[in-house]
């Protein structure tokens, strides 16, 4: 794991960069259940208005020396908490996504914590479980960046 790594609150300062790892089309590809059009600034910044007014949500910037290396989130869906993470698919394989979800996760009070990953999106899964998260069911959704129906895994990390 990445020792150099740190979380902070996003800032404004952020989302270009943010907004530059969504432009790469292997990066949506994987993560599958992307944004309808990537391309699309106003939607992307509203999205983040979004996040960033609502309470519930933990946004934390991942970052590396000074370089931002991508996201992390943990939001409501229903009355369980999910996260999500994106980091620039420059940086992958550097362990940046295993480090930025343990860290955010040592902030969630709460347990269980659930996420979601696209069956064949082998990194992503391997990074869950890093972090302790275990598959306990599987669903599928419209994913837009595969213009198709796609099978995801569901995981939950439980009690510490």
């Not at 979004?50 to 009355?79: C, K, N, Q, S, W």
């Not at 990074?127 to 275990?134: A, E, H, N, S």
Request: contains cysteine.
């Amino acid at each position: 794991m990445t020792a150099d790594l740190r979380l902070r609150p996003v800032r404004d300062d952020d989302l270009p960069a943010f907004f530059s790892h969504q432009q790469d089309a292997e990066a949506n590809w994987m993560a599958a259940f992307g944004p309808e059009d990537p391309a699309d600034r106003a939607r992307f910044d509203a999205h983040w208005r979004r996040l960033r007014a609502d309470e519930r949500i933990v946004a934390r910037t991942a970052v590396v020396g000074d370089e931002v290396v991508g996201y992390v989130t943990a939001f409501p869906v229903d009355d369980k908490t999910e996260v999500s993470y994106w980091i620039d698919p420059r940086r992958w394989g550097r362990g940046h996504a295993t480090a930025a979800l343990t860290a955010l996760l040592r902030e969630l009070p709460r347990r269980p914590v659930h996420a979601r990953a696209a069956k064949d999106n082998r990194a992503s899964l391997a990074v869950l479980r890093k972090c302790g998260f275990v598959v306990t069911g599987e669903d599928k959704g419209y994913a837009n960046a595969r213009g198709t129906e796609v099978e995801e895994w569901v995981l939950e990390l439980a009690d510490r």
